[in-house]
């Protein structure tokens, strides 16, 4: 007999279960009562999965097609049995067995789930019209869709999670702030719902009635709190309640929301209240122990010259990419809100670094520093600046990339961990090809970059493997991963290569395909903006001696396009310098490139140029 109450997560089979048909077969019909039955349950606060055997892309692609999509997290689609994988997902989520109901047509499926979560609850088409019938019964108590949200926040997390080599990472990057309210009060229905509620951590397992909770609150013998915490990922809101007696410092209740389980909120807030008595009841997923408060709650953040305090209209803007946006920036006044991250050349050498603004390196940037000194010792090209970076400082509403060299650039991975990469060279020009390995060792005018040794490149290719280039899915994984990892208040404006006027038909078409999955990517994805290269390049004269190298015009035009996007989101008197300059400057660089080096006329021009635009 299924426990209704006790519902906290609905897993649900697609095929013969949640619609009607098999996917993979031919196409499937949807079934109107359990359309509806997901809207209610997300309405009452009752979260929705999907675990199915089926191809993932077109099972979320159908399941959005019938309206539904968007009410199922934590989806679990693949052709692997489905125990370990339902296991895997309540360990995710932070949830007991006890509260979860696994919906499948096949009782070999159910049969399976149950040995790996014995105190799962499961059913099949009758047990779908029992629960439809008690929803309906239930008054709505989350409209909003308030917990359906916060646990789209923890999926969120879980798949950045998985990019770092250990927690304690992860932790430290995701900003955690707890903090701990005393106007309990005025929120004593959300605590007593947590009382009710919480079980994993729940230290005392005290279920005080709404009368009793309240008699506590308003005796001056108890020091009682709420808890919030919020973090880079989203805010959590009320997770957290303790009651403690004055007398002998022992807690009535001290009990957390799963949804922070792993987090160490619970060990903060005992170690900040003084590691009072505790006596514990039952099972708890994560004891208390007199340790340290956890550094990664509440750190403190630098403060230096490139806070963002301070600053009266907009917020900061740190554009970062090669060439091209160095150039677009040169149009632009200057604005002390505005950091720059570009290509740069190695002090006391001759060494030019561009792949620190490639996303492969944007992501090495959460790499620990037992890594990255691992990166560089297997990579001679891998400088310690291109592994440091303020990407992920949180301090910028707006961060300007170039997506110009993904389209560029040969992507590596390590053998023994996929997840360190590294770019170098062109991709079409593989540095684990012998017949490329010159191309790296003597500097050309068509590479001039690179010098290395056969020792070096020796070490590099037993360690890495030739992934390629970008490519529109590896890019909106990068997204994917990033936007998480970046405060709410930070939007992203990416550069799209050109594809107009240019005969390099693979440039061409890599540009062009990674430009139209961004914009698809843009119109669900309000924190992405993208300025568009085509309305810069006018003909074939506007490009130099390759597809993202322009005339000084082009800059101009990409720095007004940059302008627009950030003025149009809320980014207050950033202007652009006046258009003559760029008239000046495509004037000075055919002087420099037609005239005489020494004559007069060149002499007089540069000066009246120089002094034109202001300088000495």
Not at 75 to 97: C, F, V, Y
Request: with cysteine; aromatic share 12%; hydrophobic share 35%.
């Amino acid at each position: 007999m299924i426990d209704f109450k006790k519902i906290k997560l609905v897993v649900w089979d697609l095929d013969d279960t949640f619609w009607e048909g098999t996917l993979s077969e031919g196409d499937v019909q949807s079934v109107e009562r359990n359309l509806e039955l997901v809207k209610m349950l997300s309405d009452q606060g009752i979260i929705n999965a999907v675990c199915s055997k089926n191809d993932k892309e077109p099972a979320e692609a159908r399941l959005n097609e019938m309206g539904v999509g968007e009410y199922f997290v934590f989806n679990s689609i693949d052709w692997t049995p489905k125990g370990p994988r339902i296991h895997a997902m309540l360990q995710e989520m932070g949830l007991r067995a006890t509260n979860v109901l696994f919906l499948d047509d096949n009782p070999v499926n159910l049969g399976e789930a149950l040995h790996f979560e014995p105190q799962l609850m499961t059913g099949g088409p009758k047990e779908i019209s029992l629960l439809n019938e008690w929803t309906k019964a239930q008054p709505a108590s989350d409209m909003e869709h308030k917990r359906l949200q916060q646990y789209r926040v923890l999926e969120q997390k879980q798949t950045s999670k998985k990019k770092f080599a250990n927690n304690e990472d992860f932790l430290f990057i995701s900003h955690t702030c707890v903090t701990i309210r005393k106007d309990c009060l005025e929120n004593i229905d959300r605590i007593h719902e947590l009382i009710l509620r919480t079980n994993q951590l729940n230290y005392t397992k005290l279920r005080s009635t709404k009368e009793e909770l309240q008699k506590v609150l308003e005796s001056n013998d108890y020091d009682c709190g709420y808890v919030e915490v919020r973090d880079d990922f989203g805010d959590y809101g009320t997770v957290g309640f303790y009651a403690l007696r004055k007398g002998d410092r022992t807690f009535e209740h001290f009990l957390f929301s799963c949804r922070t389980i792993g987090q160490g909120v619970e060990q903060w807030v005992y170690a900040t209240l003084g590691y009072p008595n505790l006596k514990v009841v039952g099972e708890v997923v994560n004891p208390v122990t007199d340790a340290p408060a956890p550094a990664w709650i509440n750190q403190e953040k630098k403060v230096g010259k490139n806070d963002s305090r301070g600053i009266s209209e907009g917020g900061r803007i740190l554009v970062k990419g090669p060439c091209d946006l160095e150039n677009a920036l040169h149009y632009l006044q200057a604005d002390d809100r505005i950091d720059k991250e570009f290509t740069y050349v190695k002090p006391g050498t001759n060494e030019t670094y561009f792949a620190h603004n490639h996303s492969a390196h944007i992501l090495d940037l959460l790499l620990s520093p037992t890594q990255k000194k691992e990166m560089q010792d297997d990579c001679a090209f891998v400088d310690g600046e291109m592994l440091e970076g303020k990407f992920f400082s949180g301090q910028y509403e707006w961060i300007v990339l170039s997506t110009f060299l993904e389209s560029d650039f040969g992507v590596y991975h390590k053998r023994s961990n996929p997840k360190l990469r590294v770019v170098i060279g062109g991709w079409e020009k593989p540095l684990h090809d012998a017949q490329f390995r010159f191309w790296y060792q003597t500097r050309n005018p068509e590479q001039p970059y690179y010098f290395l040794t056969d020792e070096q490149i020796d070490c590099f290719v037993k360690h890495y493997e030739f992934e390629g280039h970008t490519t529109p899915q590896g890019y909106l994984s990068f997204l994917d991963t990033v936007l998480p990892l970046l405060p709410e208040k930070t939007k992203l404006c990416l550069i799209l290569g050109a594809t107009k006027y240019h005969e390099d038909e693979v440039k061409v078409r890599l540009h062009r395909e990674l430009n139209e999955a961004i914009k698809s990517y843009s119109a669900s994805h309000p924190r992405v903006r993208y300025v568009e290269l085509d309305a810069c390049v006018m003909g074939r004269g506007d490009y130099t001696n390759q597809i993202n190298h322009f005339r000084r015009e082009v800059y101009y035009r990409m720095s007004q396009e940059i302008v627009k996007v950030l003025s149009g989101e809320g980014v207050v008197g950033l202007k652009n310098a006046a258009k003559v300059f760029a008239w000046l400057d495509g004037f000075a660089w055919w002087v420099s490139r037609h005239m005489k080096e020494g004559g007069w006329i060149k002499t007089a021009l540069r000066r009246a140029y120089r002094k034109a635009k202001g300088m000495k």
